[in-house]
C-alpha cells in the first residue's frame, strides 16, 4: 500500500508527480527544485541560495512524511554546472549528520525553470515497533 505525502512546506507538484510516495518505512522523494513555496517563484539566480532553498524543501518533504534529513539513505544531485559540486558538498553538511546517504551528482543539460540544481532521494523511516 502506498501513501502519498503532501505538504504546503514545500512546492506544489508542477506537473503529474507526488512530491513523495510511502510504502512501507521507504519514502520515494520527488526532485525538488528552488522554488520557496509561498510564491512558488525562484529563489535567486544565486547558486548558494538555490541549493539552500532546495535543502529546505526536501526537509519539509522529509518531515510531512514523518523523518527528517538524516533519514534519507540515498540523494541524488542533479546540476547544470558541475564546478559547482563543492558548493553543494558544503551546504549539504549543513544539513546532514554522520554518517552520509549515498550520494550520486550528475551534470544535465536543463533543468525544469532553468534552475541551476534539483535534488531527489529516497528516505528509510526509523521502525519503532
Known sequence: MKTIINTDQAPSAIGTYSQAVKVNNTVYLS????LVPETMEIVSEDFAEQTQQVFKNIVAVCEAAGGNINDMVKVNIFLQD?????TVNEIMSQYFQQPY?????????RLPKDVAIEIDGIMELPNYS
Open 82 to 86: 558541475l564546478t559547482n559540486f563543492a
Open 31 to 34: 526532485g525538488q527544485i528552488p
Open 101 to 109: 546517504p549515498a550520494r550520486a551528482a550528475v551534470q544535465v543539460a
